[in-house]
């Protein structure tokens, strides 16, 4: 827990979102916001007819770490289910509140293991995939 918080990786990702656009007619979208700093994600997504998310648009006002991690999830989204969504959703919760001790299987995750100890920078870390699984779960519907 020596690294420091904002690292190189963490400001890399930060400017480099992916799907950075929003959708024009998205099957679901979904906003979430940090009520400790006001960070805010909003997430569109369609399905393909297998229900698995095809298109994804964000636009995504955070911090560096919100940021970082809406490109963490961005990166990866596209082909997951909507219960694979909220099972990584899910597994960040845990592992951001110490309830489990490894890192989530989505890849990068391990970059936040600084921010492990800053409960208050949590919420913004979990915007986005909070925003994907929702979004996901009610184009499923």
């Not at 960040?92 to 110490?98: D, M, P």
């Not at 890849?107 to 600084?114: I, K, V």
Request: charged share 20%; aromatic share 4%.
């Amino acid at each position: 827990m020596d690294a420091p918080l904002y690292n190189d990786e963490i400001l890399r990702l930060a400017v480099s979102i992916p799907h950075h656009e929003r959708l024009a007619a998205p099957m679901a979208s979904a906003e979430k916001r940090s009520p400790i700093c006001g960070s805010r994600v909003t997430v569109d997504v369609n399905l393909n007819a297998s229900g698995r998310v095809a298109e994804l648009g964000l636009l995504v006002r955070a911090c560096a770490l919100g940021q970082a991690s809406s490109a963490l999830m961005a990166s990866h989204a596209i082909g997951k289910s909507p219960d694979e969504l909220a099972a990584a959703r899910d597994e960040l919760t845990t592992w951001l509140a110490g309830e489990r001790h490894d890192p989530p299987e989505w890849p990068g995750l391990d970059l936040f293991t600084p921010a492990l100890g800053v409960t208050a920078r949590h919420p913004s870390i979990r915007l986005a995939f909070e925003a994907v699984a929702q979004a996901a779960a009610e184009a499923r519907r």
